[in-house]
């Protein structure tokens, strides 16, 4: 009996002692109570109670206890300031009303990111929140247009991360909502249905690191947009839009860029030669678009000496691909180089041996014709080759890396044979069924999700150390 009850009153004893000491300083300091009724408001806007927001339904409790609520104490207040709000993927629906969040005037992370969040969107709402420096609204149904004037004329935000990639906004046009975001440095508002032109606002951005406008509808020419305003710009992503017209040459300001992406536009004309200039290039995609002047192209490219991903895919309609004439020197860190499909006819080039840092060549879908030349055995850090499709002819080269590439890496060149494989992507010799197999597998994983895989992997990467890296060290 003893025993148990002073069992009893110990667990009694700690729990109290441990209550008091969790409550101790909450029980002095609390939330303020106009970020606890601000915080109240926006929960019953959405018309669902938040799990883990005790009291909000009825405008009491402690916010600084709620979930994904973080605050701070200041000299300038009695009370704790709600400086942090996480409410990503808590499955948040319905509508975002912005005005019932203006009164956190303390907030500088707001992430909402992940949840159902619908209703329209207006920015300048928002930006009222004088302390506000990161905003990320990605991954919900929100829908409207990104414009709208500052809040307050002559009010400037301290937003430095903006972004509101997959949702549903619309326009760009009207008054832009750029000019009022001086220290913007990350902003993303890829996969949304935004048409219309790059707004040419942005450039009054200066501090821009990171621009993501990838898989929009965006269109117009890009000509009219001032690049050299942006010098810090580290990373451009504007693939699956339809711009059109030429690159523009004005890019070649941006000397601290490493990432550039068109893909999947209608842009034409050449590469402008003063893109020379950017020596910290590392990724460079202009695949699919209708690019002309393969030649000038390598020859402006080759004296970016980071280079390390070169894709110029389904352009140069018709070309040739460079002879002996054009020096494939330069390149020194190339590791996937890809200019499958559409560039027509001559062998390939045995300069291509001089790019001795190259791990990766897709000449895929080209109409090469000619043998392939046996210097390419010397490309020791060679480990995908793809020459799939074209009219080559002879010999498979026999040495170096070549006995490891898979058949399919030969197929649809019926002129081709080789050592181990022929030109119709078989093992020569009828090999086993289990070998087959292997090889359909082989030539599954080589095709294009490995490219779009291997691509997608280089990105995030580069993503990762391009601009979340210096973003967060630049902060902390
Ligand atoms: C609010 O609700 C909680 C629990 O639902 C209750 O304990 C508390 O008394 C309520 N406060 C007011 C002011 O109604
Ligand atoms: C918002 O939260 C999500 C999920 O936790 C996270 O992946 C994302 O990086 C956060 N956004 C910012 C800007 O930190
Ligand atoms: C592009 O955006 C649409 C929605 O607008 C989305 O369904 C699609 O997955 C996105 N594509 C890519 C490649 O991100
Ligand atoms: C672009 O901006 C730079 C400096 O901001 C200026 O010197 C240059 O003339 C501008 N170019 C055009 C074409 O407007
Ligand atoms: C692509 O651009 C050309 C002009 O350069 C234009 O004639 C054509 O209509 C554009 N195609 C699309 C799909 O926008
Ligand atoms: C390219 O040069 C090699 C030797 O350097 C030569 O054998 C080949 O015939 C040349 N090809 C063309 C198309 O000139
Ligand atoms: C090659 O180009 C054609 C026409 O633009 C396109 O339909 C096809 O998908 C492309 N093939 C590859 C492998 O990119
Ligand atoms: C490749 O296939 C074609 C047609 O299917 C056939 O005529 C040719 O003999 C095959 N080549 C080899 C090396 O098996």
Known sequence: MFRISSERSLVAF??????????????????????????SRFSSSLGMEIDGWPGAANYSGDCCRWLGVRCRRFRAYHDLR???????GLGLTGPLLPSTLAHLDELRVLNLSRNSIHGAFFLPELLRMPRLRVLDLSQNSLTGELTGAAAAPGSTSRLV????????????????????????RK????????????????????????LNVANNSLHGTLTGFNFSRLARLRAIHLDW???????????????????????????????????????????????????????????????CRALAVLILTTNFHG?????????????????????????????????????????????????????????????????????????????????????????????????????YCDGNGSVVGGAPEYDRALVTVGSEMFRLPFWLGMITGVCATMIIYVVVVPYYSDND
């Open 161 to 184: 991360h903006l972004d509101v990639s997959f949702n549903m906004l619309t326009g760009l046009r009207g008054p832009s909502v750029f000019l009022g975001l001086p220290r913007l």
């Open 82 to 88: 709600v400086v942090n709000l996480d409410l990503a």
């Open 241 to 303: 839009n339809q711009l059109s017209g030429p690159l523009p040459a004005s890019l070649s300001h941006c000397r601290e860029i490493r990432v550039v992406n068109f893909r999947r536009n209608n842009l034409s004309g050449p590469v402008p030669p003063a893109f020379r200039r950017l020596q910290a290039l590392s990724f460079f995609d202009i695949g699919v678009n209708s690019i002309t002047g393969i030649d000038q192209a390598l020859r402006t490219l080759q004296h």
């Open 319 to 419: 070309e040739e691909m460079p002879g002996n004439t054009t020096t494939m020197r330069g390149f020194p860190s190339l590791r996937l180089l890809g200019i499958a499909n559409r560039s027509t006819a001559p062998p390939i080039p045995a300069t291509l041996a001089a790019l001795t840092a190259l791990q990766k060549l897709d000449l895929s879908c080209n109409e090469l014709a000619g043998e392939i030349p046996g210097s390419l055995a010397a490309l020791t850090f060679l480990s995908c080759f793809d020459v799939s499709h074209n009219r080559l002819y002879g010999l498979v080269p026999a040495g170096g890396q070549f006995s490891t590439f898979p058949c399919s890496s030969f197929a649809g060149n019926p002129g081709l044979h080789g050592q």
């Open 14 to 39: 700690s729990i109290i002692f441990s209550s008091l000491v969790c409550q101790l300083p909450h029980g002095v300091w609390s939330c303020a109570p106009a970020d606890r009724i601000a915080l």
């Open 187 to 210: 902003f993303s508002a890829e996969s949304n249905q935004l048409s219309g032109l790059l707004p040419r606002s942005l450039s009054s951005c200066s501090e821009l690191t990171y």
